[in-house]
């Protein structure tokens, strides 16, 4: 009896192991015969594609996703595609590539992302069509109005600015991990434009709603990512279920905010982006307007979105950017010389300082390529079939920016693995254009904040090292400049010192 059991288990076994491999086939010949004028690419195993050759990247030899990405790129060029999971995905490695194909109209959608979390697929960032459209006109236009990224907001960003410097100061010279210094501060300038709230800087329950804000974002890399892929939401990912539960966390956290406004609503002097928001609402409904994607579902996913991207850019990068200030003495003892030139020790950079200072600009401008905090940027899907440099798109791909690989091309940047912020001066000491950066990706999904985020880096990197020097811990674990994550690129953990400049007789 146990060996007729045994055969037919076997028997079972075989059979599946046949299915599996006959429907691995036929979705590889499937895609060989789609091939047709694809860009070029590698197409990887049956089924499974790219996926085990990333992975091996990984394990062999501790290449991340996009640095794996970036060495097929230099095979095959600045578009190239593969297949992933039974679909087909493009990528784009040249900052003009990505110009070119996002400014088309049959770019502006994103992939279905088949994960139970209300963020997606709503508000602004992840949305599509009509909905994307709206809630990115009203996004734009009420985020205007109440100054951000314009000159008039100017004093807000520098008094959070020197709330975070007394921060630093607290610390007295010992060593110090800068996360959440940075976190806090940039996150109450969002704050304060979307929900008039701001947080203390000792504030460990803020500080945990931060950590998992972080690990969304982490989350949205190693499982949002793929969740377009078809069957793949009948895998058991454990990411996937994290990242629902942790949405929803803050979905609510958002409608507490929301609640709270209401209370004390006054629509024709709204005080922050969700007054507006609450406003425009009112007035859709009471227009009898029904078909508006300005609504109560899609308002904590859109405030979700802003506060999300708002806080993650400019915070990781000046972590980076701190970082490599203490690789850098050199670099940071000229932009101090810069800044001593043109602004003094008796007052704070502004916004009207920046053209005088072109060495702190280029140097910000190479905290961005050399940090590239968002290496692989979000995915576009195609709405219908196109053509781009010759290649067909076809309808409903995935096409996702390499921006790790346009940053650190060879054949754009002498030296890319060098830190040097001349690349972006002149013989004469001006300031280059700087095309070639694409932080904020481009074309018609082009970051909404961008201004404000721009603004916010001058302000706060001119102020931290105006006040302070910032040093490596003696005998601190070198600094990795590797980071982690491909969705958003963070440092690891390191610590620094920070003792006042002009105390010390520097000014």
């Known amino acids: 009896m146990e060996s007729t059991i045994e055969y037919v288990y076997e028997q079972m076994l075989n059979r599946n192991v046949v299915v599996l491999i006959a429907v691995s086939l036929a979705v590889t010949y499937g895609l ?37 990405l970036a060495r097929v790129a230099g095979r095959y060029g600045k578009v190239f595609s593969f297949t992933a999971f039974g679909r087909v995905v493009v990528v784009l490695n040249d900052a003009e590539a990505i110009k070119e194909a996002y400014q088309r109209r049959e770019m502006n959608d994103r992939p279905r992302m088949k994960v139970k979390n209300h963020s997606l697929g709503k508000g602004v960032a992840f949305a599509s069509g009509d909905c994307w459209k709206e809630q990115r006109s009203f996004s734009i236009r009420t985020l205007e109005s109440l100054g951000a990224g314009r000159p008039v907001h100017e004093e807000k960003i520098a008094q959070e600015a020197r709330t975070v410097l007394d921060e630093i100061a607290s610390h007295e010279g010992k060593p110090f991990d800068p996360k959440f210094p940075m976190l806090i501060c940039v996150s109450n300038i969002i704050s304060t434009l979307l929900f008039s709230i701001r947080h203390e800087y000792d504030d460990d329950k803020y500080k945990a709603f931060l950590d998992m804000i972080a690990e969304i974002t982490h989350l949205m890399g190693t499982s949002g990512a793929i969740q377009s892929a078809p069957l ?62 300005i609504s109560t579902e899609n308002l904590p996913h859109t405030l979700i979105h802003l506060y999300s991207a708002g806080t993650e850019n400019v915070s990781t990068t000046l ?72 290649y067909t798109i076809p309808a409903r791909t995935p096409v996702i920016p390499n921006t790790w690989a346009i940053h650190y091309d060879p054949k754009v940047w002498k030296e890319p693995a060098k830190f040097n912020p001349e690349r972006f001066l002149t013989e004469s000491n001006s300031l280059k254009g700087a095309d070639g950066i694409v932080s904020f990706s481009a074309g018609n999904r082009i970051c ?21 020097n910032f040093r490596k811990v003696d005998g601190s674990p070198p600094l990795d400049f590797r980071g982690h994550g491909s969705f958003a690129r963070v440092p690891d953990l390191y610590l620094l010192r920070a003792t006042e400049r002009h105390q010390e007789g520097e000014s």
């Open 32 to 68: 060989w015969n789609r091939r047709g004028n694809l860009p070029p690419g590698p197409w990887g195993l049956p089924y499974f594609g790219l996926v085990p050759y990333l992975l091996l990247m990984d394990w062999l030899y501790g290449l991340q996703r996009h640095e794996a």
């Open 232 to 293: 793949i939401k009948h895998l058991p990912l454990d990411s996937k279920k994290r990242l629902a539960e942790f949405g929803t966390t803050e979905c609510r956290y958002m409608i507490g905010i929301i609640k709270e406004h209401r209370k004390n609503l006054d629509p024709g002097n709204p005080k922050d982006f969700t007054d507006a928001y609450l406003g425009e609402i009112l007035a859709k409904v009471q227009s009898g307007e029904t078909e508006s994607h």
């Open 319 to 390: 972590r980076w950017g701190l970082m490599y200030m203490i690789a850098y003495p050199e670099v940071q003892a000229r932009v101090q010389e810069e800044l001593d030139r043109v602004v003094g020790p008796n007052r704070m950079p502004q916004l009207s300082d920046e053209a005088a200072l072109p060495y702190t600009q280029a140097t910000i401008l190479e905290l961005q390529r050399f940090s590239t905090v968002a290496p692989l940027g979000a995915a576009h899907v195609s709405t219908d079939e196109f053509n781009l440099y010759g």
């Open 448 to 468: 909404i904040g961008r201004h404000l985020a721009r603004m916010e880096m001058y302000l706060l990197f001119t102020h931290l090292l105006h006040r302070f």
